[in-house]
């Protein structure tokens, strides 16, 4: 880090503020913000940091505010604060809205424009901006690398993104048996029915297992039972976003009502996982709990092996059958 002076941090999102604390630098910290994630703050910090941000209404994005994360900031206690550094991840393409704007319109976002943007409005002309939109696995790891060498800790970035990867190519060697050729579905939505995107079919296929979505690194795609039932998923995880475990075991009654659902492989096989879906879309080193999670869900592992205990919920075929008789009122 340059100079004398310690830098003044600024993190807008949950899977940054982790790593910040992974980096063991969290004394940097001056406030945070954001929404998602599973990092809940370092406790070892004496003092609750500010929290700049709040959710804001409509899904079309306009000012700065908007733009800067995935909620909206407070710009004037941004400023208060003069960080040296404001760490980010925010859409590079979203819908800027207008009055001849549908939801379909998006435009990419010029990062160096938001960053002459920002450094205005704190009125500081140094302030750093790190901002990224990891889309894709192998872009989460470059950008925890980038993340270290931007706070100056590029030894640190570096040992995270390959400790990692070498988790995920692990389990993936050491479950290939068991994974391998299962045809998978991760639904990040019951109502509407979501099939996840971005790097979910990347772990997919690194345990070489057949992801529903051919095109990983797009959103989240809606799709039918009809779709879901000609795939002939083997494993089905719902992990809805931001939905704690129990949320999600609750949506079996919803699926219960879906002609189509028991009649897929994986409801026959005892395939079906409910799980949180917080870590799994966590864009940091938090995903490796995701990570761990989905690998025991594709290879049948019980909860507990390699990731937490009582992690994750898989519903039993002979459970499904019971449930039907005797649990509804």
Same mark, same amino acid.
């Given at each position: 880090?340059?100079?004398?002076?310690?830098?003044?941090?600024?993190?807008?999102?949950?899977?940054?503020?982790?790593?910040?604390?992974?980096?063991?630098?969290?004394?940097?910290? !001056? #406030?945070?913000?954001?929404?998602?994630?599973?990092?809940?703050?370092?406790?070892?910090?004496?003092?609750?940091?500010?929290?700049?941000?709040? @959710?804001?209404?409509?899904?079309?994005?306009?000012?700065?505010?908007?733009?800067?994360?995935?909620?909206?900031?407070?710009?004037? #206690?941004?400023?208060?604060?003069?960080?040296?550094?404001?760490?980010?991840?925010? @859409?590079?393409?979203?819908?800027?809205?207008?009055?001849?704007?549908?939801?379909?319109?998006?435009?990419?976002?010029?990062?160096?424009?938001?960053?002459?943007?920002?450094?205005? #409005?704190?009125?500081?002309?140094?302030?750093?901006?790190?901002?990224?939109?990891?889309?894709?696995?192998?872009?989460?790891? *470059?950008?925890?690398?980038?993340?270290?060498?931007?706070?100056?800790? #590029?030894?640190?970035?570096?040992?995270?993104?390959?400790?990692?990867?070498?988790?995920?190519?692990?389990?993936?060697?050491?479950?290939?048996?068991?994974?391998?050729?299962?045809?998978?579905?991760?639904?990040?939505?019951?109502?509407?029915?979501?099939? $996840?995107?971005?790097?979910? @079919?990347?772990?997919?296929?690194?345990?070489?297992?057949?992801?529903?979505?051919?095109?990983?690194?797009?959103?989240?795609?809606?799709?039918?039972?009809?779709?879901?039932?000609?795939?002939? @998923?083997?494993?089905?995880?719902? $992990?809805?976003? *931001?939905?704690?475990?129990?949320?999600?075991?609750?949506?079996?009654?919803?699926?219960?009502?879906?002609?189509?659902?028991?009649?897929?492989?994986? $409801?026959?096989?005892?395939?079906?996982?409910?799980?949180?879906?917080?870590?799994?879309?966590?864009?940091?080193?938090?995903? !490796?709990?995701?990570?761990?999670?989905?690998?025991?869900?594709?290879?049948?592992?019980?909860?507990?092996?390699?990731?937490?205990?009582?992690?994750?919920?898989?519903?039993?075929?002979?459970?499904?059958?019971?449930?039907?008789?005797?649990?509804?009122?």
């Amino acid at each position: 880090m340059a100079g004398n002076q310690q830098p003044r941090i600024v993190s807008l999102h949950p899977s940054l503020t982790e790593l910040v604390a992974l980096f063991s630098l969290s004394d940097l910290l !001056v #406030a945070e913000g954001g929404a998602g994630g599973i990092f809940s703050g370092d406790t070892t910090k004496k003092t609750k940091l500010p929290f700049l941000t709040e @959710p804001f209404e409509g899904t079309r994005r306009k000012t700065l505010a908007q733009l800067l994360c995935n909620q909206q900031v407070d710009l004037r #206690a941004l400023a208060e604060l003069s960080p040296s550094i404001v760490c980010t991840i925010t @859409p590079s393409q979203v819908d800027l809205g207008g009055p001849s704007s549908s939801l379909t319109d998006e435009v990419v976002i010029n990062i160096d424009e938001l960053r002459a943007q920002l450094r205005g #409005a704190c009125e500081n002309d140094g302030l750093k901006l790190l901002a990224y939109d990891p889309r894709r696995f192998e872009q989460i790891l *470059e950008m925890i690398g980038d993340f270290g060498r931007g706070l100056g800790v #590029a030894a640190a970035g570096r040992d995270r993104a390959q400790r990692l990867k070498a988790q995920t190519l692990d389990w993936g060697q050491n479950f290939y048996d068991r994974m391998k050729n299962k045809r998978v579905v991760v639904l990040s939505s019951i109502s509407p029915l979501l099939s $996840a995107g971005n790097w979910v @079919p990347d772990l997919i296929t690194l345990a070489s297992a057949q992801p529903m979505e051919v095109n990983p690194g797009q959103d989240d795609r809606e799709i039918s039972w009809d779709e879901l039932e000609a795939f002939r @998923p083997d494993v089905i995880v719902v $992990a809805p976003r *931001e939905a704690s475990l129990k949320q999600s075991v609750a949506l079996l009654p919803a699926l219960e009502k879906v002609p189509a659902f028991e009649r897929m492989p994986a $409801a026959k096989r005892g395939e079906v996982i409910f799980a949180s879906g917080d870590a799994l879309y966590s864009p940091g080193y938090g995903l !490796v709990n995701g990570i761990s999670m989905l690998f025991s869900s594709i290879a049948g592992l019980e909860s507990g092996y390699i990731t937490e205990r009582d992690s994750f919920y898989r519903l039993r075929y002979v459970e499904l059958q019971r449930h039907k008789l005797f649990d509804k009122t």
